[in-house]
C-alpha cells in the first residue's frame, strides 16, 4: 500500500533492480514508473508512432519480468533500458521499411526533434533556436542521436557508445563532425554579440 | 581549485568536456562555483564558453513527447501479458467486442486450506500490503488485497469459468450471458471461497472472507451463494439483493444483513484504509491479515475501545496517529510489530 510503496521511492535505480530480480513485483513497477515518460520520450526520436513506440516498451518491460533472474546488474539502469527500447525500435521499424519498400537495401533511420511548442524569451534567443534546429535538422541520424544523448541526456561518450551499439572512437568522431559542422553555421562571433549585449543591459540595470 | 585543464580550451573542447556539459544538464552549487571562478580567472574564455553554454541551452529547449495519458494502458497490458504468457491465444475476438462487465465481485476468503484440482494451473499471489491487478482469462479483472492468492485455469475457451480464491479480492465479471433464462455452462462464473460458491448472475458484489468466515457484500445486481462440499445438499442456497452483506461462520448458517454503505466495502482497492465506529481489535484485525503486522496490547488496554465516526487514510503511519491521538494511548510501530500501551 502507500505506506508500503513509498519506501521505493528513495531506492537508487541499481538497487531496485537487485530488487526486482529477486521477483520483487513493487520494485519492477517503480522501475516502470520511473523510466515510462523518459522511455516514450526517447523513442518519440525515432519515429511518430506511439503505438510502435509503446508496443516497444511493452516487449521491453515483458521481457525483464520474464528473464529477470538471468540479467545482470547495469552500471545505470536507465541506459539498459535505453539501449533494449533502441535495439527493439529500430528492429520494429526496420520490418515495417522492408515491408513498404522491399528494394530499399539501408536501414538507416531517422532521428527527428521538434522546437515547434517552445516559448522563448526574446528576438536573440529566437534567431538562436531557429539557427540550432536548422543545423541539426540538416546532420545525419546517428550524428543527431549522439548530440541528443550528448546534450539532453547528459551522457559521456563511453555511455553513449553503449546505448548505440559503436565503439568510443567513432562516437567522438560522428559528435565532433556534429559540433563542427554546426560551429560553421552557428557563427561563434554572432552568439558573442549576444552575450556581450545582455551583458550590457545587465550593467545598465 | 585547479583550472589548468582547461586552459587551452576552444568552444568544441567546452563541448567535449563532461564535466563542462553536465554543470548545464545535471547543475549543482559546486558546478556553478567551478565554473564561475573559472571565467573569474580566465576572462579571456568568456566567448567560447558563452557560445557553448548558450549552444546547449537552445538545444534543450525542445519539445518533449511523455505519452503519460496511456501509462496506465501499456502498465495493464505489460500486467496482462505477463499473466498470459505460455497461454496459446486463441480467442474470439468478435466474441468480446459484444462482452461488456456486467458483474462487479468482491471476495475474500479463509487464510489456509483450499484444494486442489488439475485445471488450476495459475497461481497469483500477493504479499502482505501489496495490492495487485490480475486480468482472468476471459479478461475480467480481479483487484487481490495483500496476502492474497488465486488460482484459476489458463484457457477458459469452452468451459465454465472458475476461479479458487484466499484472502480478499474485488472482481469486474465479463458477462457472456445475454439471455438469462438459457445459461449455458461456460458462462457461469463461479468464486470458490473455502466455505462458499458464489456464482455471478450479472451484477456486482463484495466477499470478504478471513479465519473460516466467508463475508460476501452485493453492491449492485444479482448473485447466488451456495455452501461448498457435502453441505450442499442440505442447505438451501440463497439469492441476494443489492446491498445485501452475508455473513458465514464455520459450520453455522449465513446470515444475511441490510448494509448502509457497501461501497466502504471495497474502499482498499483505491489503497484506502476506512473505518467506521471501529474497535482497536477490528483494526488489528486489518492490520495483520492484509498488512502482516503482529499488533501487540498492553493488558490495561482494551481492544474493545472503540473509535468514533469515520477514519479514512491512505497509511498505516497515518492510521497509527490518529488512534493515538483519539483514544490517548501510545503506539509505537517497530518493523512487523505494533505495541499498543498507556500514555
Known amino acids: 500500500m502507500a505506506d508500503n510503496l513509498s519506501k521505493y521511492v528513495t531506492i537508487v535505480d541499481t538497487e531496485l533492480w537487485a530488487s526486482f530480480k529477486e521477483g520483487d513485483w513493487h520494485a519492477y513497477t517503480e522501475i516502470y514508473n520511473r523510466h515510462f515518460k523518459l522511455l516514450n520520450n526517447y523513442g518519440y526520436k525515432f519515429t511518430k508512432d506511439v503505438e510502435l513506440i509503446e508496443d516497444s516498451v511493452h516487449d521491453l518491460f515483458v521481457k525483464l519480468w520474464t528473464n529477470k533472474s538471468s540479467l545482470s546488474v547495469p552500471v545505470s539502469v536507465k541506459n539498459y533500458l535505453y539501449k533494449s527500447l533502441r535495439g527493439d525500435l529500430l528492429r520494429k521499424l526496420a520490418t515495417h521499411v522492408k515491408f513498404v519498400n522491399i528494394d530499399e537495401d539501408h536501414h538507416d533511420f531517422m532521428f527527428e526533434l521538434s522546437f515547434d511548442h517552445q516559448i522563448v524569451a526574446n528576438e536573440e534567443e529566437l534567431a538562436l533556436q531557429k539557427n540550432v534546429k536548422q543545423v541539426i535538422q540538416t546532420l545525419p541520424a546517428r550524428q543527431q542521436e549522439i548530440i541528443y544523448l550528448r546534450f539532453y541526456e547528459g551522457l559521456s561518450y563511453e555511455e553513449i557508445s553503449e546505448i548505440m551499439g559503436i565503439t568510443v572512437s567513432s562516437t567522438y568522431k560522428l559528435l565532433y563532425k556534429g559540433i563542427g559542422n554546426m560551429q560553421d553555421v552557428l557563427d561563434v562571433s554572432k552568439l558573442s554579440v549576444i552575450w556581450v549585449l545582455s551583458m550590457m543591459i545587465k550593467g545598465a540595470l | ?343
Open chain 2, 1 to 343: 581549485m585547479d583550472f589548468s585543464r582547461y586552459i587551452t580550451f576552444t568552444y568544441d573542447d567546452f563541448l567535449n568536456d563532461d564535466f563542462f556539459v553536465s554543470h548545464i544538464v545535471n547543475p549543482s552549487a559546486d558546478k556553478t562555483k567551478f565554473w564561475e571562478l573559472y571565467l573569474e580567472h580566465h576572462p579571456e574564455k568568456k566567448l567560447a564558453i558563452t557560445a557553448a553554454r548558450q549552444f546547449i541551452i537552445a538545444y534543450r529547449k525542445q519539445d518533449v513527447h511523455t505519452n503519460d495519458v496511456h501509462m496506465d494502458r501499456v502498465w495493464e497490458k505489460i500486467n496482462h501479458t505477463i499473466q498470459m504468457e505460455e497461454q496459446p491465444a486463441k480467442k474470439n475476438f468478435k466474441l468480446f467486442s459484444f462482452l461488456r462487465i456486467a458483474a462487479v465481485l468482491f471476495i475474500a476468503t479463509s487464510v489456509g486450506l483450499g484444494y486442489w484440482l488439475t485445471r488450476k494451473d495459475m497461481e497469483i499471489t500477493t504479499a502482505f500490503g501489496e495490492i495487485r491487478t490480475v486480468i482472468l482469462p476471459d479478461h475480467s479483472t480481479l483487484i487481490l488485497n495483500g496476502n492474497s492468492s488465486v488460482t484459476y485455469a489458463r484457457n477458459w475457451d469452452g468451459v465454465k469459468r472458475e476461479v479458487w480464491i484466499k484472502g480478499e479480492g474485488f472482481f469486474k465479471v465479463q458477462h457472456l450471458n445475454r439471455d438469462t433464462l438459457h445459461i449455458l455452462q461456460n458462462e457461469k462464473f463461479v468464486v470458490h471461497t473455502d466455505e462458499l460458491d458464489i456464482e455471478v448472475l450479472g451484477t456486482s458484489f463484495n466477499v470478504r472472507n478471513r479465519h473460516h468466515q466467508s463475508k460476501v457484500g452485493l453492491l449492485t445486481g444479482k448473485i447466488k451463494i451456495s455452501y461448498a462440499g457435502d453441505i450442499k445438499k442440505q442447505r438451501p442456497s440463497l439469492i441476494m439483493a443489492p446491498g445485501d452483506y452475508a455473513v458465514q461462520h464455520s459450520d453455522q448458517q449465513v446470515k444475511v444483513n441490510k448494509l448502509a454503505n457497501p461501497e466502504l466495502l471495497i474502499t482498499w482497492t483505491k489503497h484506502q484504509l476506512v473505518f467506521k465506529d471501529a474497535t482497536l481489535e477490528e483494526i488489528a484485525q486489518i492490520l495483520q491479515d492484509d498488512f502482516g503486522y503482529k499488533v501487540e496490547f498492553d493488558q490495561n488496554i482494551s481492544a474493545k475501545l472503540k473509535i468514533e465516526g469515520e477514519i479514512n487514510v491512505t497509511t498505516v503511519d497515518e492510521l497509527l496517529r490518529i488512534i493515538s491521538n483519539t483514544l490517548h494511548i501510545d503506539i509505537t510501530k517497530n518493523d512487523k510489530t505494533i505495541k499498543i500501551t498507556p500514555q
